[in-house]
């Protein structure tokens, strides 16, 4: 048995661009609208893929939208449609419209009016038209109130990561200050065994090796004697330590010609032997160690320790 076919009204078109008329190329919507649609009812939809050629074409297929709910009667409105565009001006007779309709399974045939639309090219007048070059693109020139905000951005921007360096530095230097700091006997300890190996002994690395030694020994100097040792020359320097009680004059003598052949390895290129780089670390650890323990000793003997 086939389904019964139900008149269902008028089909509709309505225009995507708004135009009193219809161009070509201009975009259309076609379908029909259903008020008062039970829930859960099924529609199947013509397919109009047969339509579509050269002058009229499907841009959008069967789309179905709902245009009000009504809970209480459990009903609601809808909306089926295609888009078209014509390409060629003309008279065209859209197909009427089928929708199958499928109700608590029953199963009936909508039928909606087919309609005309018709489409017109944009009109020229021949008499006076007068074709012109095509226009490149019109450059308006850049305003203050264009480029404020950008430039307020930009500043902000710049501001907040100033801030968070100015933060960052800040806080690294809160935790080097709240972190002990080594005695400077251990930074010097720590800096010449980096000179253990006997690869600095290398002619191409003797300045390297003497370098570094004598670096350490200044710094350490500096810490724990108060004279300005990375400033001054080799003869400044020992002019300045030789009053230097807990400095021996074994350990004072050994330690000036250390820095001494420094020196002359340094800036006079001179290569040392063997023997005199094997007496630099010894001689530099050694220093350093009875240093520390003649101060050791000294506050130990000062009153009320």
Same mark, same amino acid.
């Given at each position: 048995?086939?389904?019964?076919?139900?008149?269902?009204?008028?089909?509709?078109? /309505?225009?995507?661009?708004?135009?009193?008329?219809?161009?070509?190329?201009?975009?259309?919507?076609?379908?029909?609208?259903?008020?008062?649609?039970?829930?859960?009812?099924?529609?199947?939809?013509?397919?109009?893929?047969?339509?579509?050629?050269?002058?009229?074409?499907?841009?959008?297929?069967?789309?179905?939208?709902?245009?009000?709910?009504?809970?209480?009667?459990?009903?609601?409105?809808? &909306? #089926?449609?295609?888009?078209?565009?014509?390409?060629?001006?003309?008279?065209?007779?859209?197909?009427?419209?089928?929708?199958?309709?499928?109700?608590?399974? /029953?199963?009936?045939?909508?039928?909606?009016?087919?309609?005309?639309?018709?489409?017109?090219?944009?009109?020229?007048?021949?008499?006076?038209?007068?074709?012109?070059?095509?226009?490149?693109?019109?450059?308006?020139?850049?305003?203050?109130?264009?480029?404020?905000?950008? #430039?307020?951005?930009?500043? +902000?921007?710049?501001?907040?990561?100033?801030?968070?360096?100015?933060?960052?530095?800040?806080?690294?230097?809160?935790?080097?200050?709240?972190?002990? &700091?080594?005695?400077?006997?251990?930074? #010097?300890?720590? &800096?010449?065994?980096?000179?253990?190996?006997?690869?600095?002994?290398?002619?191409?690395?003797?300045?390297?090796?003497?370098?570094?030694?004598?670096?350490?020994?200044?710094?350490?100097?500096?810490?724990?004697?108060?004279?300005?040792?990375?400033?001054?020359?080799?003869?400044?320097?020992?002019? +300045?330590?030789?009053?230097?009680?807990?400095?021996?004059?074994?350990?004072?003598?050994?330690? &000036?010609?250390?820095?001494?052949?420094?020196?002359?390895?340094?800036?006079?290129?001179?290569?040392?032997?063997?023997?005199?780089?094997?007496?630099?670390?010894?001689?530099?650890?050694?220093?350093?160690?009875?240093?520390?323990?003649?101060?050791?000793?000294?506050? /130990?003997?000062?009153?009320?320790?």
């Amino acid at each position: 048995m086939l389904p019964a076919i139900v008149p269902g009204g008028k089909s509709y078109i /309505k225009q995507l661009q708004p135009r009193d008329s219809i161009l070509i190329a201009d975009q259309v919507e076609y379908g029909f609208e259903l008020e008062g649609v039970k829930n859960g009812t099924l529609i199947a939809l013509p397919d109009f893929s047969i339509i579509s050629g050269d002058t009229l074409t499907i841009v959008r297929n069967w789309q179905i939208d709902t245009l009000k709910n009504y809970k209480r009667s459990g009903t609601k409105d809808i &909306k #089926a449609s295609v888009i078209l565009a014509p390409f060629e001006a003309g008279r065209y007779m859209l197909p009427q419209i089928f929708a199958q309709r499928t109700v608590d399974g /029953k199963v009936d045939t909508l039928s909606f009016e087919a309609l005309e639309m018709e489409v017109t090219a944009m009109p020229i007048d021949t008499a006076t038209f007068v074709p012109h070059d095509i226009k490149g693109q019109i450059k308006y020139p850049v305003t203050f109130n264009e480029v404020l905000p950008w #430039a307020l951005g930009a500043i +902000a921007l710049a501001a907040l990561v100033y801030l968070i360096i100015m933060l960052a530095r800040k806080a690294r230097r809160s935790s080097e200050e709240a972190k002990p &700091k080594d005695p400077p006997y251990v930074i #010097a300890l720590r &800096k010449l065994d980096r000179y253990r190996s006997n690869k600095y002994w290398a002619p191409e690395k003797q300045k390297i090796f003497y370098s570094g030694i004598t670096d350490a020994l200044k710094e350490y100097m500096e810490a724990r004697f108060g004279v300005d040792a990375p400033e001054m020359t080799t003869a400044e320097l020992f002019d +300045a330590l030789k009053e230097e009680k807990d400095i021996s004059p074994e350990s004072y003598a050994a330690l &000036k010609e250390l820095f001494e052949r420094a020196d002359f390895v340094k800036f006079a290129k001179m290569i040392a032997s063997d023997a005199d780089n094997a007496t630099v670390l010894p001689l530099s650890v050694k220093f350093v160690t009875d240093t520390y323990q003649a101060e050791l000793e000294r506050e /130990k003997e000062a009153p009320g320790q």
